[in-house]
């Protein structure tokens, strides 16, 4: 049995200061840069993407693998048109090349925009369909924040999205996608699918699945599906992505079309139940330090939501950096802060050296002038360790770790969501020892940082991946779409 296997990942911030390019997929932080064929199997294997749990799957299946092209990108402004089309070209062309195929597992995100393309898997999963044709089976996962549109199901046999938020499930969810795929070989017949959109926005920090409500809809998801489907996909939507398909949405697929409807209508039921839960829990910056400093014991970890580097920020605004020194903040922690230029400068000074920066702000044009002391230097080359990408490598550029006052900050040259106790431990400091972690994120990081945390907090400091969705300028969104949970006004009403 032949089983093609690729991948093409990308989280697209309509409004992000900056486009993501064919170089970003290059040089991504935290995963493996652009695959092709020859390599791409070894590279994966051992990390943490779904691509690695589909390859695992089919080798324990028996099947033959037919390496295509993988490539991800940190979030950020929409592709750009040479990007989208050299990735995709690289892709199918390989596809096409291996034919004749049996099937195809495709590890997509979901949440891409594209120059051409708001819905950019769905045009990817559509060309894919055209050179395979109508009846080879494709599978592919899915990241829980995807717009999983009516194209992307329709062109899929079927959609597995994470079940998790962190997500520390991807291999998983990659070897039950192959595994369903392989099923759908064998059945030589499609599924029943039913699809649903639900007509609110859920703000990213109310999408965690380690506290409620987002636990307990994925728990009667479970049921659900147990129930009555084969696989029940459930997408939480991005809700920064300016186009019509933009939301949560349901995809069931089920042995019969009226399984496939009831499960579809009883997870909706569930959503619709808890929406109210789904608001609020994020503070300003101010308040989150004073509340820090207050704490009896540490470390408290700060989430910098709004700068997030996994949501399409730059990780490089200082509103939280700020607020920690003006409040004169001690044995507290900042990661990552993307600033090339300042890390250069900390290379060219050495360690023990005090220099003078107008640290980060590149992206929004409000540096922050500090003097500091640059503590350790590094290449920016380390393994994750923690549950979401154990395994991975990292690869952030020259890097740096300043000591500015009672702050040290991580200073890298490429961009990295701080979802990983490696990003400050490969400079020798310890999270769990510190009285404050500030990390720029809003979910990814409590899979490796909760657990050390006497509390987690967090923080709305300036950044484009604002915590209340409803306040950006959104043209193309569907209409009648809710931009708040528990909002009755809807978008073009």
């Known amino acids: 049995m032949n089983i093609a296997i690729g991948g093409f990942l990308h989280e697209s911030h309509s409004f992000a200061p900056r486009p993501t390019g064919f170089e970003d997929f290059l040089k991504p932080g935290g995963f493996p840069p652009l695959l092709r064929a020859p390599e791409l199997v070894e590279t994966l294997r051992p990390t943490s993407v779904c691509a690695a749990g589909a ?112 997500h520390v499930d991807m291999r998983a969810m990659g070897a039950r996608a192959a595994e369903l795929l392989l099923r759908r070989i064998a059945r030589q017949a499609p599924w029943a699918m039913a699809f649903r959109e639900i007509d609110f926005l859920i703000p990213i920090t109310s999408q965690c699945t380690m506290v409620e409500p987002m636990a307990g809809v ?108 003006r409040q004169g903040a001690e044995g507290a922690a900042l990661a990552p802060m993307n600033d090339a230029e300042a890390a250069a400068a900390c290379h060219a000074a050495g360690e023990g050296a005090t220099v003078t920066l107008a640290l980060g702000g590149k992206s929004d044009g409000a540096p922050l002038s500090v003097t500091g002391v640059v503590e350790r230097l590094s290449d920016g080359r380390f393994t994750l360790e923690g549950p979401m990408g154990k395994g991975n490598p990292a690869n952030l550029g020259p890097t740096a770790l300043l000591r500015v006052g009672g702050v040290r900050v991580v200073i890298v040259s490429r961009k990295m969501q701080a979802h990983d106790q490696a990003i400050f431990r490969h400079l020798g400091l310890e999270p769990a020892a510190q009285r404050i972690v500030a990390v720029k994120s809003s979910v990814h990081f409590r899979a490796h940082f909760q657990p050390i945390a006497a509390e987690v907090l967090v923080a709305a400091a300036p950044g484009p991946v604002v915590a209340d969705p409803a306040t950006l300028p959104f043209t193309a969104l569907r209409p009648g779409l809710r931009l708040r949970p528990g909002d009755n006004r809807r978008f073009g009403g």
Do not use: K
């Open 55 to 166: 390859i695992a799957a089919c080798e324990a299946a028996g099947a033959r693998i037919l390496p295509l092209a993988w490539a991800f990108a940190n979030p950020a402004g929409p592709v750009t048109r040479e990007a989208f089309e050299r990735i995709s070209a690289l892709l199918l062309a390989a596809l096409s090349d291996a034919l004749p195929v049996d099937g195809v597992f495709l590890d997509l995100h979901g949440a891409m925009v594209s120059e051409d393309f708001p819905d950019a898997e769905g045009e990817l999963l559509r060309r894919v369909r055209a050179v395979v044709g109508p009846d080879i089976p494709i599978a592919a996962t899915l990241d829980p924040h995807a717009n999983m549109t009516p194209l992307m199901a329709r062109m899929a046999d079927v959609l597995v999205p994470y079940r998790t938020y962190p």
């Open 218 to 325: 994925m728990a009667a998801r479970a049921e659900i599906e147990a129930r009555h489907a084969v696989e029940l996909a459930y997408c939480f939507g991005f809700p920064y992505a300016d186009f019509d398909g933009c939301g949560q949405a349901i995809a069931a697929w089920a042995e019969t079309q009226e399984a496939a409807e009831a499960a579809a209508e009883a997870l909706a039921a569930e959503i619709a139940a808890r929406e109210a839960g789904f608001a609020g829990g994020v503070m300003e910056a101010q308040e989150a330090v004073a509340r820090a400093l207050a704490a009896p014991r540490g470390p408290v970890v700060i989430a910098d939501t709004q700068d997030n580097p996994g949501g399409g920020g730059h990780g490089d605004t200082t509103g939280l950096l700020a607020e920690l020194l």
